[in-house]
């Protein structure tokens, strides 16, 4: 431990010391100048704090400025009773303070007490209690605010989380001090018991075992009590009003001080209304203008100077501000600041901007965190930071999505209309503008509220304009997920995993695969539309195979393999057969018989005439099979899985391919379609 720490135990220490064993009245005179000037200092730092959590210590040093208060009562009391001498500082508060006059000493610890029990003790206690109770009430709405402006990109991750453990350090604080307050309490109250038990106590034992007389012991134990009350009082006073400047603080970009004069005496004509008033006051009353006039000359000179600053402070603010514009663009950083892309962008034309404010009740952010959420728990990956913002060159309804810079969606919505999309079939009766559904291409119409019953009644599916776009993003970031995963999300993945199975991580990185093998796994298996979110499975499999091969490509089957009852549950419903196409023996065969090694590993070489016939035959069983509304999915052999992906990737890219391995044994296939060349 260093100094700082065995210091704070010796000071804790030495209060249980000093409410055992007696001090000499010199030391217990040090103690009690030293109880003043910390209470002095406690004061001054509570009014420089310029937010609570600046000084969140002080629930804790109250605690322990009351103990040391309430031990040098303990110790004062027991000189007082034992010998009938306080020490000079007692004596000086006895005598020279309140002149030697016992009653007037009593009647100013009287007030004393009432000040710091009913005023501030009450009301700092009061404000404490609530300030806990509203801080804890304001937390999951602070949280949704912090999550709404990291989703929009107006701070960063490092930010956010310094927001939400500030939050968490307000309720803990407020709830400190709802309990702190309470020692102020108790310490007012003793502080009167003190008093009596010094009063009573020194009376009888100066008369009994001292051998005063009546007259003598009266002034001597009274003239002393009242002494200690006010040396122990005046600090227990300051406390109280530090405790009540803390919990009623609000964040400031200053001190009391500067909050003081930059608040209250910021509008210089009021102070020149209150000068004229000072002075009427002096004219037309008998107060005269000797005591009104000098304060109404300060503040009419005051307003005059603040005045003279403000505008002064104005021109010096507009300069700086062009200057800190010429500056951010003559900086090599604001050029360097360009070449940043951004993982996910949404951009919307200005007629779409009610959407993203909450003002107009848009709900577009809220709807993002719920993405985020939905994105990782289907697809196990933490959907980057997507910037929200509006480009005044698109069209008023349009909008479009961005990957990495790249455009890779667009759309187009009408805010006061309802999309309705067809249920096989058109109705005549549902009247509305022609369109596509921007996430799948389906035919829609965009309806007016007075058609949206009758779309719904026809079997229409109907849904608002928040709707579309939040499933228009969704379905983006499932297609291009494999692209949002870096070496950098990568290694954030696995560092999850390593906090519940390290050995599996040690075994498999460095020493087996890079992060970027795993990276590459990993994007296969999104490209794919297989969650990575069983991490845990996927690098066991990984470790098992990676001794025998490092192509991605192999590595990737092998993890599909024991991903098996995952991608089973993904194709299959319940109590019914998984029906399939199949590839035939012919197109095994073809495939299998074109597979060409390199020293980047195996590739297909098929020839074009042959892959034409293979998509041709694919094309028309896969028709067959979507127009009895199925899904459609293509079933081969382990061998020639990757390869026939491969080949269908580009014409084909949202049909899965599985192979037997990839299946459970309990499921039942049935094929309703075979593939041949």
């Not at 007030?111 to 609530?130: D, P």
């Not at 034309?349 to 009740?361: C, F, H, R, S």
């Not at 025998?548 to 991903?563: A, C, I, S």
């Not at 073809?590 to 042959?610: F, N, V």
Request: proline fraction near 5%.
């Amino acid at each position: 431990m260093g100094m700082k720490e065995l210091g704070a135990i010796f000071f804790v220490i030495s209060i249980v010391v000093m409410m055992v064993i007696p001090l000499p009245p010199a030391l217990l005179d040090m103690l009690l100048i030293l109880n003043i000037s910390l209470a002095l200092t406690i004061l001054l730092v509570s009014m420089k704090t310029k937010e609570a959590l600046q000084f969140s210590i002080f629930p804790t040093l109250l605690l322990l400025t009351t103990l040391f208060r309430l031990a040098l009562n303990v110790s004062t009391t027991r000189n007082i009773l034992s010998s009938g001498q306080g020490g000079k500082v007692i004596e000086a508060f006895g005598s020279f303070v309140v002149g030697g006059n016992e009653v007037v000493g009593f009647i100013v610890f009287l007030i004393l007490i009432i000040i710091q029990f009913i005023v501030i003790t009450k009301g700092s206690e009061r404000v404490a209690e609530v300030a806990a109770r509203f801080t804890l009430d304001a937390m999951p709405g602070k949280q949704m605010s912090i999550d709404a402006d990291l989703n929009a990109g107006m701070i960063t991750d490092i930010e956010a989380r310094n927001r939400r453990q500030k939050i968490e350090r307000e309720a803990d604080f407020y709830g400190a001090m709802d309990g702190a307050s309470k020692f102020v309490k108790g310490d007012a109250i003793a502080g009167i018991i003190i008093f009596i038990i010094n009063v009573i106590g020194g009376f009888i034992i100066g008369v009994s075992i001292l051998g005063m007389d009546f007259a003598e012991a009266a002034s001597t134990f009274t003239n002393l009590s009242v002494g200690d009350a006010l040396v122990s009082q005046i600090p227990a006073l300051l406390i109280s009003t530090a405790t009540g400047i803390i919990v009623t603080r609000a964040n400031s970009e200053g001190g009391l001080g500067e909050d003081i004069a930059g608040q209250v005496f910021s509008a210089p004509r009021l102070l020149y209304i209150v000068a004229g008033l000072m002075t009427f006051l002096g004219l037309l009353t008998p107060i005269g203008l000797l005591p009104t006039l000098p304060i109404a000359l300060l503040l009419s000179i005051g307003a005059f100077q603040m005045n003279r600053k403000q505008k002064t402070k104005t021109v010096e603010t507009a300069q700086q501000a062009e200057e800190k514009q010429m500056d951010e663009v003559r900086s090599p950083e604001s050029v360097v600041n360009l070449l940043q892309v951004d993982p996910i962008e949404f951009e919307f034309g200005y007629g779409l901007i009610p959407l993203a404010d909450t003002k107009q009740g848009g709900d577009l952010l809220d709807r993002v965190i719920m993405i985020r959420r939905q994105c990782a728990l289907e697809l196990g990956i933490v959907v980057p930071v997507i910037r929200i913002r509006d480009n005044i060159q698109l069209r008023p309804n349009e909008y479009v999505i961005k990957i990495k810079g790249n455009q890779v969606a667009k759309g187009e919505i009408l805010l006061d209309h309802y999309l309705a999309m067809s249920p096989g079939f058109d109705d005549d009766a549902v009247v509305g503008i022609p369109t596509q559904e921007p996430a799948f291409g389906l035919p829609a119409l965009w309806v007016t509220e007075e058609n949206k019953e009758v779309a719904e009644l026809s079997g229409y599916t109907v849904v608002d304009p928040p709707s579309v776009v939040a499933t228009h993003l969704t379905e983006i970031i499932k297609r291009h997920a494999h692209e949002l995963l870096g070496r950098q999300e990568t290694r954030a993945l696995i560092d999850n995993v390593k906090e519940t199975t390290p050995v599996l991580v040690d075994e498999l990185i460095p020493g087996m695969l890079s992060i970027g093998d795993v990276q590459k796994v990993l994007q296969k298996l999104l490209k794919e539309k297989i969650s990575v979110r069983n991490l845990t499975v996927i690098l066991e499999a990984l470790a098992d195979h990676a001794l025998y091969t490092k192509d991605p490509d192999v590595l990737t089957e092998y993890v599909r393999q024991g991903l098996s009852r995952q991608i089973t549950l993904q194709y299959t419903e319940p109590g019914q057969p998984l029906r399939v196409i199949t590839a035939g023996p012919a197109l095994e065969k073809a495939i299998s018989e074109r597979i060409e090694q390199s020293e980047q590993g195996s590739y297909l070489a098929m020839d074009p005439e042959t892959s034409q016939r293979i998509y041709q035959s694919m094309t028309e069983q896969v028709s067959k099979m979507a127009a009895s509304g199925q899904q459609p999915i293509i079933l081969s052999s382990p061998a020639i899985r990757m390869y026939l992906r491969q080949l269908m990737e580009r014409m084909m890219p949202d049909i899965p391919v599985i192979s037997y391995n990839e299946l459970e044994p309990h499921v039942e296939v049935q094929s309703v379609g075979m593939v041949n060349v």
